[in-house]
């Protein structure tokens, strides 16, 4: 029979613990839950650079903020190029993704080499990915320009992807797409190397094509992974900033500003930092209720 701890060395034993949570509660509490609980209070405030100048508090203004974002009909485009960035980037990325794992699970010579190369872009800061795209589709010179001049025989004379309101927000998407997808394959290719071979193996012996063994087999046992791998993008999208403001900082005519680029643009560039603020917070609900209801949706089935 097992002898119950005496309740002093549990007490110690709690307070060892506590004791290395300590730092990171620390942490977490200064450097992520004060600033975004600031954040949230200074939403309702009129606050601007002349209160950081001069130390006065800003003053309480309730929901005029907010009003004044759907009033200047900023805060709807943005949300809306938000979601559609975020729908699109998160849905490309997990079909090549999953395509690519396949691909890389089959192959058996240089698998560990082309899952080397294959994480280049992934490492590559994002500023400096947003640099290298814009020379891509630089109109007049870049490298995209050059390729369809060479197929249309110097046909083509106005291709530029970044300026076009139409195109913008695609070109984006291809830049976070090339850097985003080697993380995502590695991912589901760590998930699919984990489904039992037997199971897929009984299963073509008893006649299931490809197609049945894929979605029967191999889906279901992924969903834990395919789940964890969706959210961190959906996260990573959600938030995605730098390459917005490398590449056409909100433009052309606003059609690349999502709420991230809205709330720098409010807070650094209009000096309104209640307005920002209010931005942050909206953007910031909206991301955790897309997370919640999405994992959610997604509830992973055990398999016996």
């Known amino acids: 029979m097992v002898k119950s701890l005496p309740l002093k060395q549990a007490t110690q034993d709690k307070l060892f613990s506590l004791g290395l949570l300590f ?39 309730n929901f005029a903020n907010y009003i004044k974002l759907f009033e200047n009909e900023k805060l709807v485009p943005a949300i809306t190029t938000t979601f559609s960035f975020v729908f699109g980037v998160v849905l490309v ?15 058996k010579h240089g698998s560990r080499f082309l899952r080397s ?10 500023m400096i990915s947003g640099l290298m795209w814009m020379w891509v589709f630089q109109p007049q010179y870049g490298l995209l320009k050059y390729l369809a001049s ?32 080697p993380l995502m394959t590695l991912l589901l290719l760590a998930g699919l190397q984990n489904v039992p071979y037997d199971i897929i193996e009984a299963a073509t012996i008893d006649g299931a094509n490809a197609t049945r063994r894929f979605f029967a087999i191999i889906v279901p046992y992924m969903t834990s992974v395919i789940k964890v791998s969706v959210s961190m993008s959906i996260i990573e999208n959600f938030k995605q900033f730098p390459l917005f403001w490398t590449m056409t900082g909100g433009g052309p005519d606003n059609a690349t500003t999502t709420l991230a680029v809205l709330s720098y643009r409010e807070a650094f560039v209009s000096s309104n930092f209640g307005s920002g603020a209010a931005v942050t917070t909206v953007w910031m609900l909206l991301m955790m209720a897309f997370v919640f209801f999405y994992n959610k949706l997604l509830k992973p089935q055990a398999m016996d």
């Open 23 to 61: 730092p990171a509660i620390l942490i977490t509490s200064v450097f992520i839950l004060v600033p975004v609980v600031d954040s949230v209070i200074r939403s309702f405030m009129d606050y601007k650079v002349r209160n950081i100048i001069s130390g006065r508090p800003g003053t309480w203004n």
């Open 93 to 107: 990325q997990l079909l090549l993704g999953f395509a690519l794992a396949l691909v890389l699970d089959r192959t």
């Open 117 to 126: 190369i294959m994480m280049t872009p992934w490492v590559v800061p994002t």
């Open 150 to 181: 060479v197929v249309t025989g110097g046909q083509v004379t106005d291709f530029a992807i970044l300026n076009n309101p139409r195109t913008a927000l695609l070109g984006i998407g291809i830049a976070a797409l090339w850097k985003q997808i």
